[in-house]
């Protein structure tokens, strides 16, 4: 019986590494290095999904984005007794933009892929490129489809929609074109009235009831919020080292820049303070998130500069894959082995010679892991 046994045993152990090599013969084809530019083909293999989730999204957003504003919002003229205006702050003249949402939307997307494409003079990575501009797209695409949800289902009114709106309440009170409807000249006092008795340009009323959240300000900080932790990343500003003062003033220029397109909309009257903040908390988070997915790390100094493969795991070691992607060379930053090498003392711990961790910073490994000791 023991025989049986050991045979049977033996069999199913050979069936096992059969598999197992399958298997790993499997991840082995599927795998790529980060270190090689890769062809069109192999690019598109491990990209596709991606690209088809970026028509989707787009064919999505832009459906949306033309349909009309969902809700029936009342909204209150003037006061029967004087004529005076009910809510001044929605009354402001329609003006120019002064920056129109094009061109919020394409320096959102166009200055951060310069920077990224600038960075590769000192970096030279296909896929430091590949990740930062996936990314990038990630962002963009994300915030500008979840605003126009908001836009679509929630909106709100614009500091111009009574200029735009040319509101005539005869309208509701002779019942013309508004008959049925239990919402005009309603509430309190009969103050509220809806789109009905709006009689300027529809496309123009559509547009002056979709104020919330700003689009201008999604895209802006979208765009420049990423491009914001790629500098820091590739600078290395926030490091283990003093860093320069141009590198801190170099890393809030895509903020500022975001701030300063936000704001003109509250210049040029197109959108309420809160439309602005709401677009800012939107294209940030979507910023954060993106950069995280392409990227080893946010804040934590010693990753944070390292685009992520899709096959294989980060294993936050020091010998890994693209460890110099990034531009700065000071502090034993980006110059080989004088910032990475691990040497191992005889007491099981692990020091760093320079660089990444600090010259003989001693750091106590993980036992059984090959994952960084104090990863943030």
Known sequence: MGFFNRRNRQGADEGINHVDGARRSRHVDSTYSM?????????LKVTWLDILTFVIMGVIGLGIY????????SFAVTFPSDGEVVYPEFAYPLRKEIIPIWLAAFLAAVVPILAILVMQIRVRSFWDVNNGIIGLLYSLIGAAVFQV???????????????????????????????????????????????????????????????????HSTAAFAGFVYLYLYLNAKLKVFANYHAAM?????????????????????????????????????????????????????????????????????????????????????????????????KHATNGQRIYSSGAAGPGIPRKAVAGQHRGDDMV
């Open 66 to 73: 033309e349909a009309p504003p969902a809700p029936t919002r």
């Open 246 to 342: 141009w590198k801190m003033i170099v890393i809030y220029i895509p903020i500022l820049g975001a701030v300063l397109i936000a704001g003109a909309l509250t210049i040029d009257e197109f959108h309420n303070w809160y439309d602005v903040c709401a677009g800012a908390v939107i294209g940030s988070v979507m910023a954060f998130s993106s950069y995280r997915m392409c990227y080893a790390a946010i804040w934590d100094w010693r990753w944070n500069h390292v685009p992520l493969n899709r096959s294989q795991a980060c294993l936050y070691t020091h010998d890994g894959e693209l460890m110099e992607a990034m531009w700065t060379r000071k502090a034993g930053w980006g110059v080989g082995s004088s910032s990475y090498n691990d």
């Open 35 to 43: 270190a090689t530019r890769p062809s069109f083909g192999q690019w």
């Open 149 to 215: 949800f908001i836009k679509f289902l929630i909106g709100g009114l614009r500091p111009h929609f009574l200029d735009v709106c040319k509101p005539d309440t005869s309208l509701a009170r002779n019942g013309a074109g508004v008959e049925g409807s239990p919402y005009n000249a309603a509430g309190f006092n009969q103050l509220y009235y809806t789109r009905e008795i709006c009689t300027g340009d529809p496309k123009e009323i559509n547009d002056s009831l979709e104020s919330f959240p700003s689009g």
